[in-house]
Every structure is written in C-alpha cells, then in structure tokens.
T-cell receptor, first 112, second 114 residues
C-alpha cells in the first residue's frame, strides 16, 4: 500500500546528541517536505525538496539539515539537539505542480 | 502577500448538530484551497480540495466545503457532527509563487460533545 512513514514516532534524548528523523514514502512522489509543529498547533515549513539532490530551506529558520539522495527518502538531521528543538516534526510528499500533500504520522521529539 | 485565516481557535458543537469551521484566504489569482484534519498524536489527513469547478466540494468522512469567491472564504461543513469528528482542522492555500508549497492557517480545534 502506498504510504508515507516516519520513524521514530517518539524520541526523548539529551542535549547535545545528534539525531536523524527518518521519512520514507512509497508513492513515487517527487516533492517532499518537513514541517515543525509547535505546541500552539501552527505548522511551519522548515525544509523541502523538488527531487533527488535538491533541497531548500523553508519559511522557518531551522538548525536542522536534510538530504535527498533517493526519491523515496528524506531524512532530517540535528547535529546537536537542544531543548528548543522539542517539537513535533511532520513529513509530507506530493507529486507534480499541484498535487495534494500527504503527511506521515509525525515524530514527537523531546530534548531534555 | 498570500495568507489564510482561521478566525476561531475552537468550535464547540453538540453531536448531531451541523458544524462549520471557517476559513478565509487572501491570494492573487485563482486559489487552490485545501482542508486537512489532525487527530491527537497523528499527522495531517487530507479531507478535500478546491481547484476549479463546482463551488461545493465533497470530501472524506461526510465533510464538504463551500468556495465563495466574493467573500474569499472556504468554510468546512458537515450536516451532522459526530463525537469522533473532534480534532484539529487546518485550512491551506497553494502558494502561487511556489505552486507546490502550501500556506496553512493556524488551525481550529473542533470539540463535539455527546
């Protein structure tokens, strides 16, 4: 079944740790996105990708980095996590110019 | 600048009653509009979208939305609310400067009481 997956679903780590949040989609979509959702519910686009080897920063500045080596895979990395990174991270994908974005289940990150 | 507004942080409705979640937009050109729902500890689920054509759009779970160009609105509606409809609802508009990006509203929490 075509879907979009995120792992882990929940992560609690200490300050200074390096982490990678995984996102994979089996829908063959060319575009992928990372959103950060704060406790106030609002969604902020932090990274997006048009396709393989293409990445762009989103509307909200983020200390995280992303890569797109394969169409289906769009991992997000934090080199040194801080409490301010505590949030929910949502991955999404879409196809073409006007395709609907479909979202993964999210990763809830807590940095102590 | 393009924007989406959801004027209500929370909407309360009794089960069985009709519900409306409001959304207004500001874009230049023709808008592409979307509604998503988010249940606790989950990602966003696509409900429906308006691209062109009939102003009344039907979507998943019995939801529908009415596009009103003169009022620049795209309100989400359901004739009879269920307790299980209680969730967070987001309206979004396509960013015409980057047609694959979405601009999201701030979200509206819907609470359906038994």
């Amino acid at each position: 079944e075509a879907d979009i997956y995120q792992t882990p679903r929940y992560l609690v780590i200490g300050t200074g740790k390096k982490i990678t949040l995984e996102c994979s989609q089996t829908m063959g979509h060319d575009k992928m996105y990372w959103y950060q959702q704060d406790p106030g519910m609002e969604l902020h686009l932090i990274h997006y990708s048009y396709g393989v080897n293409s990445t762009e920063k989103g509307d909200l500045s983020s200390e995280s980095t992303v890569s797109r080596i394969r169409t289906e895979h769009f991992p997000l990395t934090l080199e040194s996590a801080r409490p301010s990174h505590t949030s929910q991270y949502l991955c999404a994908s879409s196809e073409g110019l006007q395709g609907t974005q479909y979202f993964g289940p999210g990763t809830r990150l807590t940095v102590l | 600048a393009q924007s989406v507004a959801q004027p209500e942080d929370q909407v309360n409705v009794a089960e069985g009653n009709p519900l409306t979640v409001k959304c207004t937009y500001s874009v230049s050109g023709n808008p592409y509009l979307f509604w998503y729902v988010q249940y606790p500890n989950r990602g966003l689920q696509f409900l429906l979208k308006y691209i062109t054509g009939d102003n009344l759009v039907k979507g998943s779970y019995g939801f529908e939305a009415e596009f009103n160009k003169s009022q620049t609105s795209f309100h989400l509606k359901k004739p009879s609310a269920l307790v299980s409809d209680s969730a967070l609802y987001f309206c979004a508009v396509r960013d015409i400067d980057s047609s694959y990006k979405l601009i999201f509203g701030s979200g509206t929490r819907l609470l359906v009481r038994p």
